[in-house]
């Protein structure tokens, strides 16, 4: 009886950590693409792909202009994400493929989450320049 109990016991604290950690799981996890959020995720080498490989991605730095012009990334254009609303005029289509970052992925995904309730189909986050080990630009 005693065994059946402690069993019991640890099945239950085993689900509670599960639980625990799957709650604790970042919005920005990488290469996770979440269903339920209206923009994918990338990790940082999955945004240099698609940079490489699309010339007409627009790469959205959304730090302020002068977080940007401490150092960027070649070809963001500087949008702070405090600027994105839903009356602003944007210059590209709402097919446009979006990818956006910041300092270290919380503003990028503010930013991500307004573009995509803006109506913009195809945007992406991949968090922060912090996690970016590609060149970066002071130009």
Known sequence: ????????AVICFGM????FFAARTPANAPASRRASRKYLTLTAEE???????AEDVILLDVRTQEEYDGGHIPGAVCLP?????????LPFGRDAEILVYCRSGRRSAEAAEKLADMGYENVADFGGILDWPYETTTD
């Open 81 to 89: 994400s405090e600027d994105i609303t839903a009356d602003l005029p």
């Open 47 to 53: 945004a240099k792909a698609r940079l490489d490989e």
């Open 16 to 19: 509670a950590i599960i639980k």
């Open 1 to 8: 009886m005693r065994n059946l109990f402690l069993l019991a």
